[in-house]
């Protein structure tokens, strides 16, 4: 059974830094692409970025509004993965989401990142 464990939200001023993490068990982790989504308030779960597998070669693709400012990595040692967010927006505010895209209702509980001045 697969389990997404997110951690690192939380309330920051308009361009500041906040690094997500997502522990992820019950997979065979360095198999399997993994994405973030975020919902932010009252609208819908949207895309914000993807790393492919191992053997896929850790490809990254970012949504438009975040490229530039948001990285993605894996640590497949440790079975987890990473949202470096910088120069964050208010617009960013939203709860993160962290997802195998390959393994149907694979979600972790979200974790809030707040961007308030």
């Known amino acids: 059974q697969v389990q997404l464990v997110e951690s690192g939200g939380g309330l920051l001023q308009p361009g500041g830094s906040l690094r997500l993490s997502c522990a992820a068990s019950?997979?065979?982790?360095?198999?399997?692409?993994m994405a973030w989504y975020r919902q932010p308030p009252g609208k819908q779960r949207e895309l914000v970025t993807t790393i492919t597998s191992v053997l896929g070669g850790e490809r990254t693709n970012y949504a438009d509004s975040v490229k530039g400012r948001f990285i993605i990595s894996r640590d497949n040692a440790k079975n987890m993965v990473y949202l470096q967010m910088n120069s964050l927006k208010p617009e960013d505010t939203a709860v993160y989401y962290c997802?195998?895209?390959?393994?149907?209702?694979?979600w972790g509980q979200g974790t809030q990142v707040t961007v308030s001045s």
């Open positions: 997802n195998v895209p390959g393994i149907e209702g694979a």
């Open positions: 019950g997979m065979d982790f360095q198999m399997y692409s």
